[in-house]
């Protein structure tokens, strides 16, 4: 039973042994064929590499004042479906863009810079694009910011939102006027006592502070008028010197996998054509 086994272990071994043999036989022989082939994938990788179009990855951070961000990011989909489609003409009229600016966008994409589980985010959301050509980066900023403002209801929900504040100010303003004329009148009946002819009590500081109160309203409405755009830029897009595709390094290790898989093969069958050879002639000799 021993005997068996160490029979059976030794062939085991002699089968590795030859294995190894006829490996190391085969790329004594067709080595160069292959490393040739390697060499060629490799040039090849460097020479595609250096006619590649360069693409420039670019971010774009904003945030929504009417819609969320869930919606925004739902808008921007549809544009990076249809650019998928190559319907070029109407992605440039949903930007409000020129067609070769759009030709030179190759990638859009968006997510939100934090999710979270709520309707209404107060967290921004990013706009990722990849461009052929950085130039084209202000007229795209200015495009998509267009197309999340353009629709009729954010349209409608910006005029009305921008007219009760309009509304809200005109009414302060109202306010403080009455009440600074009110002020007016207290300071001068301090400043001549002889001149009232009769006794009032009045709260001096009361005044004062409705004052402010009402000018922070104001300055608030204010504000709020300012910013009230549908999409705000938190960050816009930045013109960056280094291509984000393609890159050199995956391109020659492509390359150079490629070539030596070819290269290997064709030494395979070479291989097999030089074992059929052999065999023929050994029974043509028997």
Known sequence: MEDNQQIAYRSDELDLVS??????????????????????????????YSITPKKYASRLILHSKILTNQEEIEIINTWKNLLKKGELPTVAKNLNCRIDVIQKLSKISAEEVQKLYVQDNPNGFIVDVLVKDTSILDELQQGIVYGLENSEYVKERVATKRSNLNEMIQKVNGEISKLSQTKTSVENMFANPNKTGSSMLIDVSGINTQWVELHEKLYRFQEDLKFVNAVQVLQGFDKLSKPEEPKLFKSIFFGFCAGAFIGYIIALLLYVRRKLKTRSASRAMA
């Open 19 to 48: 294995l190894i043999e006829k490996g190391v036989s085969f790329f004594r022989n067709f080595g160069i064929i292959i490393l040739i082939f390697a060499v060629l994938g490799l040039g090849l990788g460097i020479w595609l």
